[in-house]
């Protein structure tokens, strides 16, 4: 049976997105998720059928697009919304809440609170939630650049379109990975992208790399004569090239360095998933590096809902951003033995600088984009350590000029 959507009229709809959206952001517990996602849901069936009905009545595209928008922006807050669920329903079978499928193990039987059918989801839907949660915590901004994809192909946005475009699991490059076998999420950096950083960009000597993983960026800073400092989340007993093993720290407990006159630059390829925005903010913030460079999807630019995010870009905005024209190699998971795919996601490197403007220092830009080749710098010698003066913005535009072939 076919189910009934109710009729709601098209200049209703933006606002009902909004009231979703809203929803969403103030939800503090499971079922306040789940009612977030319903409204999306329901907000998305009324568009769909407005959209249809338009389109077999000949509307003028642009009405249809519009209602496609709609759509659009309803399939973005579920999935948010979804994502929100599989964090909520791991954390409650980790207390022993939600009965895990078959026997409930170790968890007395009184202790259970529901079962997934009990508090309105189904096992598959928990399956789809967990899946769209690994992939947005690799790459935020997966669903919505999908989306817009579909939108501008004037496709209608639809959830089987969603995932075909987005190709969630696969395009993270973990299409059979389990949350165990992902493990630490260890993705280490190309060293195509170290060259071309190396080529552009000078760092104080010494120099910061507080996710350093197993050292693919470490080893390339000491080839070019820096002096790194290595630290870590997790114990990879990585050692610089003097013997001195990293420490083991959270990035986002370590105390504040600004008052350092000798505070080391920091350059890193920085954890993706909920703790990014916190990473770069607690960097700026509470260690003020004269100079930062960060591997990042080229999607950190954009963004309204999270304050760090916020105050990355608006008040302490990079003042370059190195695009890659075309992508890096696939940065495959740690230990992954299987076939390599090719990269399906957008980077570049994002460059913060310290200036000084009527006595006050801050990263006040400007903002400057370059697009760089990283295949022209396969053979390049990096510029080494800053002596005295950094390299100008003229020189940078020299080199970015001739690192794109015509």
Same mark, same amino acid.
């Given at each position: 049976m076919q189910k009934a959507v109710a009729m709601v009229p098209?200049?209703? $709809?933006? %606002?009902?997105?909004?009231?979703?959206? #809203?929803?969403?952001?103030?939800?503090?517990?499971?079922?306040?998720?789940?009612? =977030?996602?319903?409204?999306?849901t329901a907000t998305y069936d009324a568009a769909k059928r407005s959209a249809r009905l338009k389109k077999a009545k000949g509307a003028h595209d642009e009405l249809v697009a519009a209602t496609y928008r709609v759509q659009a922006d309803s399939l973005e807050i579920e999935s948010l919304a979804k994502r929100r669920l599989a964090d909520e329903y791991d954390a409650a079978q980790d207390r022993g809440e939600v009965a895990k499928r078959g026997k409930p193990g170790n968890v007395p039987?009184?202790?259970?609170?529901?079962?997934?059918?009990?508090?309105?989801?189904?096992?598959?839907?928990?399956?789809?939630?967990?899946?769209?949660?690994?992939?947005?915590?690799?790459?935020?901004?997966? +669903?919505?650049?999908?989306?817009?994809?579909?939108?501008? =192909?004037? %496709?209608?946005?639809?959830?089987?379109g969603l995932k075909r475009t987005a190709n969630l699991r696969a395009a993270v490059g973990t299409d059979s990975a389990t949350a165990a076998e992902r493990g630490n999420n260890l993705y280490e950096t190309p060293p195509a992208a170290m060259r071309t950083l190396l080529s552009f960009t000078r760092f104080s000597r010494k120099v910061w790399e507080p996710a350093c993983?197993?050292?693919?960026? %470490?080893?390339?800073?000491?080839? =070019?004569? &820096?002096?790194?400092? $290595?630290s870590?989340?997790?114990? &990879?007993?990585?050692?610089?090239?003097?013997?001195? +093993?990293?420490?083991?720290?959270?990035?986002?407990?370590?105390?504040?360095?600004?008052?350092?006159?000798?505070?080391?630059d920091i350059v890193t390829n920085p954890p993706y998933g909920t703790d990014l925005n916190a990473f770069v903010a607690h960097a700026l913030r509470a260690h003020r590096p004269?100079?930062?460079? $960060?591997?990042?999807? $080229?999607?950190?630019?954009?963004?309204?809902?999270?304050?760090?995010?916020?105050f990355v870009l608006d008040e302490c905005p990079p003042s370059w951003t190195y695009v890659f024209s075309r992508r890096l190699p696939m940065m495959h998971r740690d230990g992954w033995d299987g076939?390599? =795919?090719?990269?399906?996601?957008?980077?570049?490197?994002?460059?913060?600088?310290?200036?000084?403007?009527?006595?006050?220092?801050? &990263?006040?830009?400007?903002?400057?984009?370059?697009?760089?080749?990283?295949?022209?710098?396969?053979? %390049?010698?990096?510029?080494?350590?800053?002596?005295? +003066?950094?390299?100008? #913005?003229?020189?940078l535009k020299s080199r970015a000029k001739k690192a794109v072939p015509a």
């Open positions: 098209d200049t209703l $709809l933006p %606002s009902l997105v909004k009231e979703a959206a #809203a929803a969403l952001a103030r939800a503090t517990s499971a079922a306040e998720v789940l009612a =977030a996602r319903d409204m999306a039987q009184e202790n259970i609170k529901a079962t997934a059918e009990e508090i309105g989801l189904k096992r598959k839907e928990i399956h789809e939630a967990r899946q769209i949660r690994d992939a947005i915590e690799q790459d935020p901004g997966i +669903v919505r650049r999908a989306l817009d994809q579909m939108l501008a =192909a004037g %496709s209608e946005p639809t959830r089987a993983g197993k050292g693919a960026i %470490s080893r390339m800073l000491e080839d =070019a004569g &820096y002096q790194v400092e $290595l870590d989340l997790v114990d &990879y007993s990585t050692a610089d090239r003097h013997g001195e +093993v990293q420490r083991v720290e959270n990035f986002l407990a370590t105390a504040p360095r600004c008052e350092d006159p000798e505070r080391p004269r100079r930062m460079a $960060l591997l990042l999807n $080229l999607n950190f630019l954009c963004g309204f809902d999270d304050p760090d995010r916020c076939p390599e =795919a090719s990269s399906r996601m957008n980077t570049a490197w994002f460059i913060w600088e310290l200036r000084e403007l009527d006595g006050v220092e801050g &990263y006040d830009g400007p903002h400057q984009i370059l697009r760089v080749d990283w295949k022209v710098f396969e053979n %390049s010698t990096p510029c080494g350590p800053i002596e005295t +003066v950094p390299i100008t #913005a003229p020189v």
